[in-house]
């Protein structure tokens, strides 16, 4: 669908590669991310955390495009999106 003009934030609004960072410690294996995750960017490891729940993974093909739908779900706050070049740089 063409639109006859571009919404004024389209360049903060639009995804870019991004990167999943995980608090292992937080995590309860409930799944909710890798569910809903429109891109299939996140699985299931067999690693477990502390608590002895499994916790999920990026895969590492780069899928994330950041559109915060798992940070949003997630209901112990256990994940959160960081763009890519910031992860790079170790922010």
Known sequence: MKLWRKPFDFHEQATAPSKVVLNKDRCKGCEYC???????????????????????VELPDGKCLGCGLCEAICPDFALWIVPLEAAQKGE
């Open 34 to 56: 890798v569910v809903f995750c429109p891109t299939k960017a996140l699985v299931m490891s067999t690693e477990m955390n502390a608590k002895g729940y499994l916790i999920p």
